[in-house]
């Protein structure tokens, strides 16, 4: 089965970035900004003490008024950059671009309005198209990230004064980044956050050395506000069947077949396509009919030929072929992905792990 590269948006998967900022003092009546340090949302003493806080205000605040942001990783591995636009109407447009090495790279979109999320997904020279229920918040993913950083460092306010709006506090001392996602093994961590007086972060840069290599995390405010996200020229190409939304449950048994369970949702149409792959085996085979809910389909390597095999009853023990953990299980209709997963197995069930209706293909 062809390896696509799992975008991850990161931190999305995650992801975003902004403006320099003035440099205040400890000290809130200093002259040379307008911007009390210790009236900033989660600053004490000229220090940041509770990211937590900054970061739910710096949210709150996109959500209110809508705006632009950006998320740019560097890394000797891999690169991501996101672009996210979030309208003050709840809309919300995200752009995540991943590379891995010259010749590996990716991207996944996803546009949500009032109802629902339009998800297009490019790797390997193919697209994927997904509409699913409206996501959640549409930051979610960025907060994680900016909060681990916030938290990991010890942020105190810089002289560093060019803008009266913004204060700017730096860090050199770091703990705890392995909860980042980004930088956890790296050394000389340094960081410069630049925010405003409600608390509205205007940039945070993270930069850090991996094995030899300059690695940087990057927020930034592009726009600070957007009254709604506009959505793609993409969302009117989105086929038909992108919208399905089956719910379906997937289980090895015995070691030697996939059951495939319909449990409720949309049917399977006629004609989708099942894609395996497990450690030893691997194979493409069609649906003959469509898989309703309620019922129940069968899928197995034939011991005789390897090919894969889909039917309605469990296969007997001598026609199929022991399976070796771990597999990945896909269905499909033409560009859209109705259920996507990996899975492992041993003494326990093996649908632990699967993702039904995922918008990422595995």
Do not use: K
């Amino acid at each position: 089965m062809t390896q696509r590269l799992i975008l991850i948006v990161i931190v999305a998967s995650v992801v975003l970035a902004g403006c320099a900022g003035l440099q205040g003092t400890d000290t809130p009546t200093d002259d040379a900004t307008e911007v009390e340090i210790d009236q900033i949302p989660g600053v004490s003493n000229g220090t940041l003490t509770d990211a937590e806080s900054l970061v739910a205000v710096n949210s709150d605040a996109l959500a209110d008024t809508g705006g632009e942001i950006s998320v740019v990783y560097d890394g000797p591995d891999v690169n991501s950059e996101s672009i996210l636009t979030v309208g003050a109407d709840g809309t919300s447009h995200r752009s995540t671009t991943v590379s891995d090495g010259p010749d590996q790279s990716g991207t996944l979109d996803t546009y949500s309005n009032e109802t629902a999320t339009y998800v297009r997904m490019q790797s390997d020279g193919e697209t994927r198209y997904r509409v699913v229920d409206p996501e959640g918040e549409a930051f979610d993913r960025v907060n994680a990230s900016l909060t681990a950083y916030l938290a990991a460092g010890e942020f105190t306010v810089s002289n560093d004064a060019t803008d009266p709006t913004t204060a700017v506090f730096t860090a050199d001392s770091f703990s705890g980044l392995d909860d980042s996602g980004f930088l956890d093994d790296a050394n000389s961590v340094s960081a410069r956050l630049v925010v405003n007086q409600s608390g509205q972060i205007q940039n945070l840069t993270v930069t850090g050395e991996q094995r030899s290599e300059t690695v940087t995390f990057t927020y930034e405010l592009r726009q600070s506000t957007v009254e709604r996200a506009v959505a793609p020229r993409w969302v009117g190409e989105i086929p038909p069947a992108a919208a399905l939304q089956p719910e379906l449950s997937v289980d090895v048994e015995n070691d030697s077949y996939f059951r495939i369970e319909h449990t409720g949702g949309d049917a399977v149409p006629q004609n989708a396509t099942l894609e395996v792959a497990t450690d030893n085996a691997s194979g493409t085979v069609t649906f003959g009919s469509a898989l309703e809910a309620g019922e129940t389909r069968y899928a197995y390597v034939s011991a005789g030929n390897g090919s894969l095999v889909l039917t309605d009853e469990p296969p007997a023990a001598d026609t199929a072929r022991t399976l070796t953990s771990p597999a990945s299980i896909e269905i499909r209709v033409g560009e859209t992905t109705l259920h996507s997963g990996s899975m492992a197995w041993g003494s326990e069930s093996a649908s632990e792990g699967t993702t039904s209706g995922s918008s990422g293909g595995s």
